[in-house]
């Protein structure tokens, strides 16, 4: 085969991590990148990087050692398992661009991966959907959409095998993060928290209706790494064919409840719409339903560490590890040291107080700037003075 493209139709070669990728010119100088004639965001590397960790952590699990991205687009997640993660046999790449599953398929020629390859034209349901058998279901499949995953998540959650994993990413950050509440409660049936830990909220609303969604179908997933950026929140679960495991999904469904006027914030299972703030007594704003727990598993989050992350990976993964994810919010060091009126305090010295006052503190992954604590906020502002 010839490598078309390459040649035709303004396509370059670009390397990200050990992967030759071919990608439209365009998208590695313009600020957003186009949709056409495909679309290859350079600014995603670190969700690809993390996402070769996690498959090649997550491989030695698989039952069947298979890959399918849904949404594969020029197969720059696609091609980079392939040619990164030699622990999975085959890789599904599916888009309904055919420019870019050209370019996909060249890449895998480029990295000689070929063997490995299956590519396709379709929309990403029908794709996912072709196999009703067990057997034809996938160890992994991946979402990475533009915008909201919300429309394709029983897709997903229907083509993968028992055991299997799923990484789902979401590009309404503003929806999730609470511009749009109303958008929000449709899509992920929870209310969000515009607010200073409103990243991890978000996590919670996606978590949430995966776990919600797999439930209806008989399923039970776990979460076992999630991760944020500016424009993305993504996350990781394992799936399990268990009604009784489907039955328990609201053991970790519940709320975060916010004082907006002191700071205040608690996580409750049971909904209290006119709940008042046991610090100042003002009305708290709910936040949820949502997955109120752990986000990290601690042994998997050790296995992606061993895959030899790069520095910024690295970095991440080792707040993931240490992180108490059950705690379902955090506290930025800028948003006590105002409320103290006093210059910043460092994380790592507002944890070690606290830790020393007899609290459970750590890093806050989804913000490197916040620590996550059993303290309340006043017995927080205690501790610190
Ligand atoms: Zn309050």
Redesign the pocket.
């Given at each position: 085969m010839l490598l078309f493209l390459l040649a035709a139709e303004g396509f370059v070669r670009t390397v990200e991590g050990k992967t030759t990728l071919l990608v439209p010119k365009s998208s590695l100088t313009d600020k957003v990148p186009s949709k056409t004639p495909a679309f290859f965001n350079p600014a995603a590397k670190q969700n690809r990087d993390l996402s070769v960790l996690a498959y090649k952590a997550y491989a030695p699990s698989l039952p069947s050692k298979t890959f399918a991205d849904s949404l594969g687009g020029v197969g720059s997640r696609a091609i980079r398992v392939a040619a990164e993660a030699p622990e999975i046999e085959q890789v599904y790449c599916n888009d309904i661009n055919a420019t870019a599953i050209q370019a996909a398929r060249e890449a895998a020629q480029i990295n000689s991966v070929t063997e490995r390859c299956y590519f396709s034209v379709n929309e990403a349901c029908r794709f996912l959907l072709k196999g009703t058998q067990e057997e034809e279901r996938f160890g992994i499949v991946d979402l990475d959409p533009f915008g909201t995953p919300a429309r394709h998540i029983d897709c997903v959650l229907r083509a993968v095998i028992d055991g299997g994993l799923v990484s789902i990413t979401a590009t309404d950050t503003a929806v999730l993060c609470g511009i749009y509440p109303e958008v929000c409660m449709r899509r992920y049936y929870g209310r969000p928290l515009n607010n200073s830990y409103g990243n991890e909220t978000a996590i919670r609303l996606l978590t949430s209706l995966l776990a919600l969604t797999a439930s209806r179908l008989e399923l039970a997933i776990r979460p076992i790494f999630v991760h944020a950026a500016m424009h993305y929140l993504r996350v990781y679960a394992t799936l399990a064919v268990s009604s009784s495991g489907a039955n328990d999904v609201y053991n970790n469904i519940g709320y975060v409840m916010h004082?907006f006027?002191?700071g205040?914030r608690i996580k409750t299972m049971e909904y209290d719409g006119t709940r008042k703030?046991d610090?100042?007594s003002?009305s708290m704003s709910v936040g949820g339903q949502l997955w109120t727990g752990a986000l990290h598993d601690r042994n998997f989050v050790g296995r992606m560490l061993e895959q030899d992350p790069d520095r910024q990976s690295k970095k991440l993964l080792d707040a993931a590890a240490e992180e108490r994810s059950d705690i379902p919010y955090y506290f930025r060091a800028d948003e006590i040291s105002a409320r103290m009126k006093t210059n910043p305090h460092s994380v790592q010295r507002i944890i070690d107080k606290l830790r020393a006052a007899g609290f459970a503190a750590s890093r806050a992954s989804l913000n490197p700037g916040a620590f996550k604590t059993d303290a309340r906020l006043d017995q927080i502002l205690q501790t610190l003075k």
């Open positions: 004082c006027k002191c205040h703030c610090l100042c003002a």
